[in-house]
Structures are given as C-alpha cells and as structure tokens.
C-alpha cells in the first residue's frame, strides 16, 4: 500500500517538474519533452490507482493506452508544425524559429 | 435506464454520422464530391436533430436521454446522455455546421486545401457532438483532445508563419490543458472509482482530494475556454485561421470546455466548490470583459477585433457561477441563471460566426483587413457591412435581437438575487462593446480616401460569391430572429427545470 503511494506521489512530483518545464522553457523542443514528462506522470497516477492488494483494475490500464495514443499524436502534430514553422522562416529574414 | 424507443438510436448516430463523413470526404478524391458529401451530411445531422428534438416534445419522454453502448452499462461500459443543455448545444452546433460547411464549400477552391479541410472539419464536429453527449469523465477527456488536435490542424491550413505559430501555441496549451483535466479525472478515479458523471453526482463529498481534483480540471478547461489570464493564446489563433474555422472556434469549440465546467461545478463536484471560489470566477469573467473590449478597440486588424470581442463574451459567461451562488438554488445547472447563460451561449453563437464570416468577406474582397484602411467598405461591400452591424447590435444587446434577452435574463436573475454590481458589469459591458464596433462602422462608412485601392492588393482581391455573403447574412438575421422567439429555446432547456424559470415569465 505504501509503495502504490510512493508511485502516485511521485507521478504528482513529476507533474509539477514537467508543468515548470513548459512555462519555463522557450525551445519548442524542450516544451514538448516536458508536455510529455507531464503525460508519463499521469500514468505513474493512473497506474498506481490500478492496483488494489493482489487484483488488478483493468479500466487505469485502458486509460492509459488510450493517453499514449492521444500523446503520441499530439506530439507528432506539434513537431510539424514546428518543422513547417522553420522550413518558413528559412527563406525570410523573420525571427527565429522558437 | 430509459426504455430503448425507436428514437434512442440518435445519440450514437449523432458521433457516427459525422465520423462517416470524415471518412467518407477522406476516401473521395473530387472537390465537388467532397463538399457535395459534406453538405448532405451536414443536412442530414440538423434534420435528425430537429425531428429528434419534435418526437420529444410530443411524446413529453424524460427529460435525460441515456444510452448504453453494446449493452454495458456504466461502471464499465460507455454511457451517452442527453439532457436539456446538451440538446441546445447539440441544436445550435447542427445548425452552424450545416451554414460553415456551405460557406467553406465554396471558400476553400484549392483542390490541395479541400483534402485536408473537410476530414478535419468533421473530426472536429465528432469531438463536438460526443463532447456534448459524453456520459463519463474520461470519454469527455478523448473529446476534448479530439477537438483539440482538429482544431490546432484546421488553424495551421492556412498556411502562413503566423498561422502556424499561433497553431503551435494552441495545441501546447491545448495539450498542458487536457493533461490537467485527465490528472484531475485520475485522482477522483483514485478517490471514488468510477469515472460516470451521474454516478460521481451522487457519491462526491467535499474533501481535499476532491478539491484538488476539481481545480486541477478547472484550471485545464479554463486554459481551454480562455478565461482571462489563460485568454494569450485565443486572438493570434481565432485570428489567423480560416473564416469558417475562425468562426467555429469561437462560436463552439470554446463552449464546450464551458459547457464541461458548467457540468463539473454544478452538478457532478458541487460539494467541493465554494463560494469564494465562484466569485473569484465571476470577478475574472468581468476583467475578462473589460480587457476584452479594450482591446477590440485597439486591434489594428478586423478578424483580430472579433477575436478579442470573443474574449470579452466569454467574461459574461462566467457571471453564472457568482449568480448561481447568490441565487442558492438546488438545482444549479437547471436554474434560472443556467437559463441565462445557456441563451446567451447561442445567440453569441450565431452572432459571432456571423461576424467571423462578415470579416473573412470583407478580407477576401480587400485582400487584406486593416481596419484603418477599410474606408468606403459600406459602399463597396454594402452586405458585409451590415452583417457585420446587425451582429454587432446582437454582441451588444440591443433589443430586439437574442443579444438582448440574453443580457435581460442575466439581468434579471443579477437583479432578483440583489447582487446588483454584476447588473452593472453586463451593462458596461455592452457600453464597450457598442465602442469598439462603432469604431469598425465608423471607418466603414466614412468616405474613401484616393489611394485606398493598393495596386498589390487589387489583382489578389476578388469579389466573395453571392453564397459566402448569404451564410454570413443568414446567421446574422438569425441572431435577431433568435431575439422574436426567446421561448423555444427556454423550452426546450425547461424539459428539466422543475419549478418555472422566474423573471421570464414576465417577458413574453
């Protein structure tokens, strides 16, 4: 029992560090890893909430299968964008890409 | 569990039949075809409402409409529920994708674009339509992220450097948003295990865990519904997309993680909110009025004075919860304040896509939106214009438009509680308002300078077709026609109001 919660005060821990890592952080590349560090901390939660003594709750599990496939898409469409965003700003004098 | 009628089959055919049409436009390879498809299946999802919405009330059925998806019921299986404020909901959105979906029929001409365009496009009506109906906490999560990821896509189509960064910002706080809420949903899983809104409705005490979990979902939706010091990322983004999905995003995506927070502070979790925290919530809807407007005012660009008026209505919105709190109502969520915000939710709906539409006119004719430079434009464009003006008279509330018993209901409800200093922030409000629109009409009426027609522009302007000014029209007079016939709407949200909405009665 003590170390089911272990697990989800660290998923809370991590949430935290990966929030800070978004607001803190400019490079688009660093605020994606730190979205993900925040997705990978909801399912230490979800998985620490699956355990109950000897059975195991399948619907934690589900969830978090389910959160993979929404990060895993979120974070590809966050790449192109910032691919495209550079692939741009090339060939003007603009900004640079952030 | 309501018996299965003839009629129960809607709510699931409500996510299929958009789902259908994104395939369908994914599978077609003829812009004709595509929009053709669209367009019927839009007519389609807005005629299945309608006769939906009439068998009720003529059966007088129950007011919450459940389903149970492959006979699995709740704890493990995948419930949908329609009850009074997801039927508007599901109304007004059926309505405007039908009138988007003509309108970026004929905007999108770049066979290139229409591929990307339409399967997002209904993706996003998917996420919409089982946003609404989602029976528990973590379908609404899939929902979300799939408006989400449609919407941040459909904001990149058009193409340009600021598109896509405001696109990039979006789905970043987009993201940090929904991930808020999912951890939100895992704690109170931790807490009460399971995830059914009806179910956590009648289990939810007010302990710290619950709280936390209540804010950590409220900070998440508010992100998404752009409340004030969240609002950054909305005007860059509503700004720089094009028309039809500008005016999707601000008259429906940004109300449906309203519409959750109405749910989760109402309904499901009220035992932990508080009343402090519902002022400090009506308080940041009233800055978000006033800061909304000021900058409408200052916007140097016209879709950039849209975005930013949708900042400030957004503000009025959140008046429900301090209202509600006042009013120590039992049943918040059917209460004459939700009634309120409820009309209020869809005559901005209709007034700001209008608006949205009126302006991607106004730029496709001038090929660019400088509001300093739109002189002559009531002469020129004479439609445009006054779509945009009788949008405007619904934004501010001028009687007779839905505007105006939107703004008369909060009033009332503000006044009978005697709160009266929020009556004072919804008139203000509209005072400001009427400033930053009259400045648009102001430069739009006043006469044309000699080098308004800028030799680099006028080979790219072109004349928007006669069906873009029609949509645009359409939904204007819609939001004045909304103002003659305030009672259908409250009826069809009274299917779940025990006791009649007081201050109403008195109106019509």
Known sequence: ????????????????????????????????IAVNIMGIAVFMVLLATARHGAVTDPIPHAMVLTGIVVAVAGTALCLWLALQIRLLGRGTKGEPPR | MIPLGSVNIVLPLLVGIPLLAAIATTVVDSRRWRAGISVTFASLQLLLIVLWLVTLQHTGADAAYRYVLGGWNSPLGINLVADGLAKVLLLITAV??????????????DPAKTTRFWPLWWLLVTGLNAAFIGADAFNIYVALEMIGLA??????????????????????VGLLGSLCYLLGVSLLYRTYGTLDLAQLATETQADPMTAASLCLISIGLLLKTALLPLHFWLPPAHASAPAPVSAALSALVVKVSFYLLMRFW????????????????????????FWGCIAAFRAQRLKLVVAYSTVAQLGYMFLLFPLVAASHSPSSITGAAAAAVVYFIVAHALAKAAMFLAAGNIQMFNNHDTVDKLQGLARTQPLAVLTFAIAGVSLIGLPPSGGFIAKWLLLNVAIGNGVWWWAIVVLGGGLLAAA?????????????????????????????????????????????????????????????????????????
């Open chain 2, 266 to 289: 109402l309904d499901v979790l009220t035992p932990a909110t508080t009343e402090l925290a519902m002022n400090l919530l009506g308080i940041l809807g009233a800055g978000a009025i």
């Open chain 1, 1 to 32: 029992m003590s170390q089911e919660m272990l697990y989800c005060a660290a998923g809370i821990a991590l949430f935290g560090i990966g929030m800070f890592g978004v607001i803190v952080a400019t490079h688009i590349i660093r605020k994606l």
């Open chain 2, 436 to 508: 930053y629109i009259g400045r648009v009409l102001h430069v739009a009426f006043s006469h044309p300078v000699a080098q308004t027609i800028d030799t680099d522009n006028a080979n790219a302007a072109r004349h928007p077709p006669g069906g873009m000014v029609l949509c645009a029209l359409a939904l204007a007079a819609c939001s004045i026609l909304l103002g003659f016939n305030a009672e259908w709407i409250l009826n069809l949200l009274d299917a779940s109001v025990e006791p009649p909405i007081p201050g109403v009665g008195g109106m019509q």
């Open chain 2, 151 to 172: 919407a941040v896509a459909l904001v990149g189509l058009a193409g340009t450097r600021t598109a896509l960064t405001a696109a990039l910002r979006y789905a970043l």
């Open chain 2, 96 to 109: 405007l994708v039908l009138v988007l979906s003509i309108y970026s029929a004929i905007y999108f001409t």
